[in-house]
């Protein structure tokens, strides 16, 4: 079956600082990778996404994340945060044809 | 395109109402889902519809029920709604990539 783990349920950074989320996911096949943010009060919004290919994947917003095989891993990277980052984010991995399986969510704060 | 949209947006209920929310989406996806959003809990599936016509339980069925009345609307309806049905719904729906199109949300109370 698979899972996904996100280390941390709050994460607080200064403004201009570096963003790490952390996702661990467990699947039998290869897995599709997700993360999505949340706005208060919004629905999700797709961050990025790994299919197949390069292993760095860049998002919106300035994010990226590194699939990590060998890690079950796919942490999600921002060089320097804004404080319009502040959204709880969530990470999930699907197989073909199946419906995402979500962590349990990060929210991030970001101070001044 | 609107994408996905939710009716209502917000909704109190009493224990043992009934209720149905409706999901629509111009997007022509094939499939859609329903979510639940609780504190701490991420979103868990509900019901899914692969294809119109077709649907099958997620991982938290019980208490709810669904129906795809079309390519475009996917409806949950809770028979008789319990305190322990209270939180965030959300419809989403997919085409052939593996990424999800989230709708706004109904935030429901049940007291």
């Known amino acids: 079956a698979q899972s996904v783990t996100q280390l941390g349920s709050h994460v607080s950074v200064s403004e201009g600082a570096l963003v790490l989320l952390r996702c661990n996911y467990s699947s039998s096949v290869p897995p599709y990778l997700f993360w999505y943010v949340q706005y208060p009060n919004q629905g999700l919004q797709l961050l990025l996404k790994?299919?197949?290919?390069?292993?760095l994947v860049k998002g919106i917003n300035g994010f990226e994340a590194e699939f990590k095989k060998s890690e079950t891993s796919f942490h999600l990277t921002k060089p320097s945060a804004h404080m319009s980052d502040a959204a709880e984010y969530f990470c999930a991995v699907a197989q073909a044809g199946t419906a995402l399986i979500f962590g349990k969510g990060t929210t991030l704060s970001v101070s001044s | 395109n609107a994408g996905v949209t939710q009716t209502p947006k917000f909704q109190v209920l009493k224990t043992g109402q009934s209720m149905t929310l409706q999901c629509a989406q111009d997007?022509?996806?094939?499939?859609m889902y329903w979510y639940r959003q609780d504190p701490g809990m991420g979103l868990r599936l509900i019901y899914y519809s692969a294809s119109e016509g077709t649907t099958d339980k997620g991982e938290v069925p019980n208490g709810y029920n669904v129906s795809r009345l079309n390519k475009r609307e996917f409806s949950l309806r809770l028979e008789s709604a319990a305190p322990s049905q209270t939180s965030v719904y959300f419809c989403?729906?997919?085409?052939?990539?593996?990424?999800?199109?989230f709708g706004p949300g109904t935030r429901l109370t049940v007291t």
């Open positions: 989403a729906s997919r085409y052939v990539g593996h990424e999800q199109y």
């Open positions: 997007m022509n996806h094939n499939s």
């Open positions: 790994y299919t197949t290919g390069a292993t």
